[in-house]
């Protein structure tokens, strides 16, 4: 099934994957001590990180990644496979690997799927950025997390082209490759992709990220510098989301979060490719402007000095610039420095701004060209989209905040607390702060305190934060059943995809308290059941049937649970509540499959 859906998106499939759905997640044994199974599925585009010789020089080469890793111990866990007979039990096909288990006590399926044919980066288009766009919503609710291999030349690009494509991401996706090929002696393909697998496998960081080199960036932040290191990339104007060394440590504060209660989504709509970059330098003329202006281009990322700076003394240049406004390309502003912003300090750059040029803050090339050619395939009239234009839509550029806010040492609460530790610096501030967070926010969230919450968030609190059993926020607010605390934690970037130790998501918490509005809501925002909460679910709907329980089943289906699944003999609901002559029961299935 998986290969004909795949094959629905584009047919551009190499090799297939199993015939069965995967399941997003899975736990080995039982108890505190208990193994969970995380699934992530590598989208193979190509890219120096699979390359082999050529005559011609390097080029990848299909059908070989997956038997290659697997002779990588610290890729494939072959004893693991063998002894839980994965295969077989999980029924997997020879493209799917498992790392041996993480310090976090997990073990990381991982799935690889090729495009056809496989890509050097640089003949990249936005063909390709539709085609891995619609396998991820294919596969979106089949995998905890996805690994997209790509060429390094035009990997800032697609990160960025991805970060606008995927509206309303919940899941972590990461982009990586390498410098030299994996199956070559001394490479960072291994380290690459073994980062990016923990990552997108072990936590909810719901961003398009780029991992390399023991980094891990916002996808839109970054654009390679070196051609040569294995530090190729950078993200000149915002620190790193995570580093990966001695220990992984995430800067939680950094990461981007939807902030909304609208399901995942692919922009369907190609991007628009009439957009281009021009550089200002010394002595550019306006005919050369002005021939680059011309129709069919409908947007510009225009590259110009310093905080935004261009010539201001050439009248003609400025007024070709003002004309193509007029006439509705859209012309962003950045700066050609790898750091900084574009401002309105020198009267140079007001003057770009009163020809109708717009700011583009710190964004890079890479995120201003790839937002605007998504911003204009985009309905609605020039003015929204010089509007949208402006907006911080995924994390894409630094807005400053307006109005004061509030910082650690302006809590008394944390002021008290840090008189009694001895605690002065900012560092250790956060560190109170974050260890007290996550407790804090689920007594507020269990108490339908929605003032203490938003104190903590304005603190720089993570409303996502996990306490000792894995339990978020949202979890408490989903047994509880409080809505308005449930809408206020999704407004402020909480995830559902969060599970806590036993492997149990929001979803189902709401579930078992029988939170209708509540399921309704998660759902509504993407949330899903995995496999591991549905082992049972069959036995479970048995049981509520031959008990005359029509809101634990109706709980159930507004989840999205097929009411027809069979118990642990056979049986079905339907006849379980006629065994036990549960009329209202039979009532309400019949009424559902009507």
């Not at 990461?255 to 909304?260: G, I, L």
């Not at 003394?313 to 962003?332: D, H, M």
Request: charged content about 20%.
């Amino acid at each position: 099934m998986m290969a004909a859906e795949a094959a629905q998106a584009g047919g551009f499939l190499g090799r297939a994957l199993s015939s069965t759905e995967p399941a997003p997640a899975l736990e080995i044994g039982g108890g505190c001590g208990a193994v969970a199974e995380a699934r992530v599925l590598v989208i193979n585009t190509g890219g120096t990180i699979g390359m082999v010789p050529q005559p011609e020089g390097l080029a990848p080469e299909a059908n070989m990644l997956a038997g290659a890793l697997k002779k990588i111990p610290i890729l494939h866990d072959a004893a693991y496979a063998e002894e839980t007979n994965l295969y077989s039990r999980l029924h997997l096909g020879d493209d799917t690997l498992v790392l041996p288990i993480s310090r976090q006590n997990k073990r990381i399926i991982y799935t690889i799927l090729e495009l056809s044919p496989l890509l050097d980066s640089s003949n990249m288009t936005p063909a390709e950025w539709d085609k891995i766009g619609s396998l991820l919503e294919i596969y979106y609710e089949k995998y905890d997390g996805f690994v997209i291999l790509h060429g390094t030349d035009t990997m800032a690009y697609t990160a960025s082209a991805l970060s606008f494509m995927c509206e309303n991401l919940g899941k972590t996706i990461v982009l990586t490759g390498s410098q030299v090929p994996i199956y070559e002696l001394r490479n960072d393909g291994r380290a690459n992709l073994l980062g990016s697998l923990l990552f997108a496998g072990q936590f909810v960081i719901p961003e398009v990220c780029l991992y390399f080199h023991n980094k891990l960036y916002r996808g839109n932040r970054v654009t390679k510098v070196d051609a040569e290191s294995f530090n190729a990339f950078s993200s000149p104007n915002l620190p790193s989301l995570a580093t990966a060394e001695v220990d992984i440590i995430i800067n939680w504060e950094t990461v981007w979060r939807a902030n909304t209660t609208k399901k995942f989504a692919i922009h369907k709509m190609n991007f628009d490719q009439h957009v281009g970059l021009l550089r200002i330098f010394p002595g550019i003329t306006a005919e050369a402007v002005k021939g680059f202006l011309q129709s069919p281009i409908k947007g510009i990322v225009l590259e110009t000095y310093g905080s935004g700076n261009a010539p201001n003394n050439c009248p003609a240049l400025l007024e070709e610039l003002q004309k193509a406004t007029e006439r509705g390309v859209v012309i962003l502003n950045c700066t050609q420095c790898l750091r900084g912003s574009v401002s309105l300090v020198y009267e140079t750059g007001k003057t770009l701004m009163d020809a109708g040029v717009i700011p583009g803050g710190d964004m890079t090339p890479e995120a201003a060209l790839t937002k605007l050619a998504y911003v204009l395939s985009k309905p609605g009239t020039l003015a929204e989209k010089r509007e949208m234009v402006k907006e911080n839509l995924r994390g894409e550029m630094t807005v400053v905040p307006i109005g004061t806010q509030i910082t650690l040492k302006d809590s008394k609460f944390i002021q008290e607390i840090a008189k009694y530790l001895f605690i002065s610096c900012k560092e250790e501030l956060a560190a109170v702060r974050d260890a007290l967070t996550p407790p804090l926010a689920c007594a507020a969230a269990k108490n339908g305190d929605i003032d203490a919450l938003k104190a903590l968030q304005n603190m720089g609190g993570n409303l996502s934060s996990e306490d000792y059993d894995g339990r978020t926020p949202l979890h408490v607010a989903s047994c509880e059943g409080n809505l308005e605390i449930v809408k206020h934690l999704l407004k402020s970037g909480a995830t559902v995809y969060a599970k806590d130790r036993f492997g149990a998501t929001p979803l189902l918490n709401a579930i078992k308290f029988r939170h209708h509005d509540v399921i309704c809501l998660l759902r509504t925002t993407g949330a899903h059941l995995s496999s591991q909460e549905l082992v049972n679910v069959g036995t479970e709907l048995c049981s509520l049937a031959f008990n005359g329980d029509v809101e634990g089943l109706l709980a159930w289906h507004l989840a999205g649970v097929d009411l027809n699944h069979p118990g642990y003999d056979g049986s079905t609901p339907y006849a379980m509540a006629r065994a036990a002559n549960r009329m209202k029961v039979m009532e309400f299935l019949c009424q559902l499959e009507a």
